[in-house]
């Protein structure tokens, strides 16, 4: 039974940092691309990181670009995602997705405001 679990998500004053994490199990977590997401209110879902299985090549979109850093830990089957320079535009649900598997952890609210 794959399973996703984010945490780290919280209440963060703008030009902060936070670091979610993403662990899981259930699939051989190596040999899957990962994918962090974001949806904020009346808003689509946003791609906003990416990391291939081995970590060798990652993908942001220009929202994040410069802010935002995946990375991974093979041996601990946890994905994070780094954020610095935080703006209220930020303000999500953000979700790590498993690409090879296709499932979706349960999300970790991040809200950005003074």
């Known amino acids: 039974q794959v399973q996703l679990v984010e945490s780290g998500g919280g209440l963060v004053q703008p030009g902060g940092s936070l670091r979610l994490s993403c662990a899981a199990s259930g699939f051989t977590f190596s040999r899957s691309a990962m994918s962090w997401y974001r949806r904020a209110p009346g808003k689509e879902r946003e791609l906003v990181a990416f990391i291939t299985g081995t970590g060798g090549s990652t993908n942001y979109p220009d929202s994040v670009k410069g802010r935002f850093t995946i990375s991974r830990d093979n041996a601990k089957n946890t994905v994070y995602l780094q954020m610095n320079s935080l703006k209220p535009d930020d303000t999500a649900v953000y979700y790590c997705?498993?690409?090879?598997?296709?499932?979706w952890g349960q999300g970790t609210q991040v809200t950005v405001s003074s």
């Open positions: 997705q498993a690409v090879a598997v296709g499932e």
